[in-house]
């Protein structure tokens, strides 16, 4: 079970790793925390329901079996609003995505490091919501998705040389290469995870942080493949046995 903040974290975080999965024949289901309405885009009418149609259809293309949506309201970066999934409470959300873990007998299941990665509120919270989650229903094994920040830090080094821009915002993102348990190697399905990324048209227009997105669409394959091709998780060990 894959558990994400909004639609588009699990293309660009966990897709390839989903996509694997899914082709050696595991059930792999995705829980989405909130539709994402919130998300930039050029796009401003009922963003919410266009997202959640655009997450059904790249969980298709990832071959999932099951998408459900917590129904929280995604909160923005800046996490002021007041009724988003980051100022939820943790107790109610781990119980209902605990259920579905249940239900689903899951043996893994996926949330985010501490810092949430970058740190978007709902994110952090994607973090604490799932822990409590997996505690709750005995999952047997948490596998925090992330990246790994010393090569990060290293591409965004030699970006530097054409573009300078202050590095300090991302020292502290995501997860340093020594704490980092499982690397997935996905550039086979690095195809794969393009279509799905691609599924999400809402995120590749508008403001700053969607161009991310469509700026790696544009990639040629091979270097997708090498920017994209591994995912990252730290594997936590359970509190009780
Ligand atoms: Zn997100």
Not at 25 to 48: I, K, P, Y
Not at 74 to 87: I, N, V, Y
Not at 120 to 131: E, L, M, N, S, W
Not at 148 to 153: A, E, P, V
């Amino acid at each position: 079970m894959f558990f994400h903040a909004h639609p588009d974290d699990e293309a660009l975080l966990t897709g390839g790793t989903m996509a694997r999965l899914a082709q050696e024949g595991h059930r792999v289901v995705l829980v989405v925390a909130t539709a994402g309405e919130l998300g930039l885009s050029a796009r401003q009418t009922d963003l919410g329901a266009v997202r959640t149609r655009e997450a059904h259809a790249s969980a298709r293309v990832l071959g999932c079996a099951r998408v459900e949506f917590l129904g929280y309201r995604d909160s923005g970066l800046e996490g002021r609003r007041r009724h988003g999934f980051a100022r939820a409470d943790v107790g109610e959300a781990a119980e209902r995505l605990a259920e579905l873990l249940h239900e689903e007998r899951a043996d893994l299941l996926t949330t985010y490091d501490p810092n949430g990665g970058y740190g978007h509120p709902d994110h952090v919270q994607v973090h604490r919501v799932g822990t409590l989650a997996a505690e709750l229903a005995g999952t047997p094994r948490v596998w925090e998705a992330t990246v790994d920040r010393t090569r990060l830090l290293r591409g965004l080094r030699l970006a530097r040389l054409i573009r300078r821009f202050d590095l300090t915002p991302f020292e502290k993102t995501y997860t340093a290469h020594h704490e980092i348990t499982h690397s997935v190697d996905v550039r086979q399905y690095a195809h794969v995870k393009r279509a799905a990324m691609a599924a999400h048209a809402t995120q590749t227009t508008g403001g700053e942080s969607t161009r991310t997105l469509a700026a790696l669409l544009k990639l040629p394959p091979p270097l997708f493949r090498l920017i994209l091709g591994t995912e990252w998780y730290v594997e936590r060990k359970r509190l009780r046995a």
